[in-house]
């Protein structure tokens, strides 16, 4: 009992202080405290990492998602809705999910290797003491590239994966290119494309939120930056992981 009272109690400091280093970033964007150079730094280094595995596991994922879906619907003569299946499973759910656990595999954990051995180098708070913000200078650039890298990323994961499942459509069940595409671009509403994209925006600001906190906050040399970045991931996972359930219920309550 008394370490399950220990674990809650740290639970709750530690979300406070996260909160607390949340507010700090929240503040300093407002204020306008924002690194324009240092964000487009950011968004070259995040998306240029991330960009060439996110395109193969959409290929990949297009790709089995209209072969599974050719073999399922020629049993109820339906073929021609495999365009619909790929579309709308790689818009409104795959894709966004997807990119976030990669991204977050890839350059959430730079983000936090970075600032961890920042942190550890004693760097940050050389950063401090020469007058410089380190929350402005390191953390908003990082969190805010989050932001605009993870929905361009996402498009390119849904562009990619149509294409897959096009190529699919055309060679194994012979539906011509054109009625694919046509049939395609038909079944994705407005709906299907903002849905995935409010889950998009949330991932984005969970995985800068989580791995900027653990990497600011580092501790234990060497080993620490490794210990923090796999935290980091992991959390990173979990959140998206959970929030994209609420968020799908949330989204089909509302919306359908």
Known sequence: MKTVTNFLINWILDMGHALRFLLEIIWHICRGHVRIKEVFKQVYEQ?????LII???SLASGLVLALQGYVAMSRFGAKEMISALVALSLVRELSPVFTALIFSGKAGARI????GTMNVNDQILATRTMG???????VVPRMLACMLVLPILTIISEIVGIYGGYLIGIS??????NFY???TFRSISFVDFFSGFIKVFFFAFLIGWICCYQGFFTRGGSL????YTTKAVAFSYINII????ILTKIIITFWG
């Open 47 to 51: 998306g240029l990492q991330s960009v």
């Open 55 to 57: 395109a193969l596991t």
């Open 112 to 115: 936090t290797a970075e600032l």
């Open 132 to 138: 410089v913000d380190p929350v402005e200078f390191l």
């Open 172 to 177: 194994e069940a012979n539906i011509p290119g």
């Open 181 to 183: 595409m046509s049939q």
């Open 224 to 227: 620490g930056v490794g210990k």
């Open 242 to 245: 959970i929030s994209n359930t």
